[in-house]
């Protein structure tokens, strides 16, 4: 985090507005960056739509005991299908997300349980466009501080990227990936400062 504050202090890029999901790792990512980057006094709008995937039943679970539980095959489905979701999380284990104080403010019928990719892809994208958008549209420079799988849908709308090509797609950790928008918010290019290898 504090490398890449530096890394886009050192380019010269600053931003209007920030918005960020609602999970600790990436406010404090956030809060390292822009700390950075000597920015102060920036509107920061959080949102559970720009959380990760949430993994269902498979969440808090390491790959081992994941894959010796269900089998690697199936493991490797879940992971990897852009439209296949873990089984859910049982609606009173304690995992839940509606145990969650962050998600207190989110309809129940709402709160994720068990997502795949395209999950992930359908909630961001509302955001999207009823939020960042509006800020894109007034030629604000906007940070989005969020994770693999939110990312990977905003690349995937941006990019037009195909369900299947999505899967193969990494984001790497904590490397600014930068988008420059034509007027329109189609991309004129999008790049990576710094070590990719994250």
């Known amino acids: 985090a504090s490398e890449a504050g530096k890394l886009l202090c050192n380019e010269n890029i600053s931003f209007d507005v920030v918005f960020s999901s609602l999970l600790r790792r990436a406010n404090k990512t956030m809060e390292i960056c822009l700390k950075e980057m000597k920015i102060e ?17 498979l969440q808090g679970l390491n790959k081992a005991e994941t894959a010796k539980k ?11 299908s852009y439209s296949t ?30 997502e795949c990719l395209k999950d992930t892809y359908d909630r961001f994208m509302p955001f999207w466009f009823k939020k960042i958008v509006p800020d894109l549209e007034k030629f604000n420079c906007v940070l989005i501080v969020a994770h693999g799988n939110s990312l990977r849908a905003m690349v995937k709308y941006l990019d037009q990227v195909s369900d299947k090509d999505i899967l193969s797609l990494n984001i790497p950790t904590g490397v600014p990936l930068i988008y420059e928008l034509k007027s329109d918010l189609s991309p004129i290019k999008h790049y990576y400062l710094g070590n990719q290898e994250k």
Do not use: A, C, T
């Open 41 to 57: 006094n920036i509107p920061i709008n959080y949102s559970w739509r720009l959380n990760e995937r949430h993994y269902g039943d």
């Open 70 to 80: 269900y089998g690697e095959e199936q493991v490797h489905i879940w992971r990897r």
């Open 85 to 114: 979701p873990p089984p859910k999380l049982d609606f009173n284990d304690k995992r839940h997300p509606r145990f969650d104080q962050k998600y207190s403010h989110i309809p129940l019928k709402m709160i994720p349980d068990g």
